[in-house]
């Protein structure tokens, strides 16, 4: 079964509105998960590591006041769009990795597609 | 900071072979692959940890070149299951994860 949970899966809304994703772990404790962005034919990119009980950090060109990131608990990370405008619609989805073993692979979650009107 | 994968685009027959690379500008902590199907998550493949280590999933194999900072997934007697877009991703300091540019892999009947 699933072991990253992620909703919603699909969020349709207007242009200004803020729409909250939320990631969460289910088998183990998360202290980092990633957040990534896919446009249509593209790869994902990292738009930032979001960190249990501390800022996250976001890569270069991710505007941090738009992508708002809070990791308040191990086994939950959100990701909040404020004020989304059309070209914010793409697939966005989280990932995190088992700390319990230096072998263990990114865990994804299914992904939400949101597309502002 | 994203891996380079090559080639952008394959199609191939069913039962074909292919291979698809991965190289970085920087160096590797280790190497993971993962297929995505249109709209959905990546599925996880596997991943390398060494230098040298090869691994297989199926009839998927990979291998890790620390040295050049490359890796190569070899997909051999290809079936049309394995259409989708490849995947590399790399961690370098074992923390941020970072995805390659992609391969789209079209396997035809």
């Known amino acids: 079964g699933a072991v990253v949970s992620q909703h919603p899966s699909r969020v349709i809304c207007k242009s200004g509105t803020s729409v909250k994703i939320e990631c969460r772990s289910l088998?183990?404790?998360?202290?980092?998960m990633f957040w990534y962005r896919q446009f249509p034919k593209q790869s994902l990119m990292l738009m930032a590591t979001?960190?249990?009980?501390?800022?996250?950090?976001?890569e270069q060109g991710v505007e941090k006041d738009k992508f708002l990131i809070n990791h308040a608990s191990l086994t939950l990370s959100t990701l909040t769009v404020t004020s989304a405008h059309p070209e914010d619609s793409s697939f966005y989805i989280c990932s995190a990795r088992d700390p319990r073993g230096i072998n263990q692979p990114q865990h994804f979650g299914d992904g939400t597609r949101l597309s502002i009107l | 900071q994203q891996p380079v994968q090559s080639p952008q685009a394959v199609i191939l027959r069913e039962g074909e072979d292919a291979v698809i690379n991965c190289s970085s500008s920087?160096?590797?902590?280790?190497v993971h692959w993962y297929r995505q199907k249109h709209g959905e998550a990546p599925v996880f493949l596997m991943i390398?940890?060494?230098?040298?280590e090869q691994m297989r999933h199926e009839k998927i194999s990979a291998s890790f070149n620390e040295k050049k900072q490359q890796s190569s997934l070899y997909l051999t007697a290809s079936q049309l299951s394995y259409s989708g877009t490849y995947f590399c991703?790399?961690?370098?300091?074992?923390?941020?994860?970072?995805f390659g540019t992609g391969t789209s892999l079209t396997v035809i009947p």
């Open positions: 920087k160096a590797l902590y280790s």
């Open positions: 088998d183990f404790q998360a202290t980092t």
């Open positions: 979001s960190n249990e009980g501390s800022k996250a950090t976001y």
């Open positions: 991703g790399t961690s370098r300091t074992g923390n941020q994860f970072y």
């Open positions: 390398l940890l060494k230098g040298g």
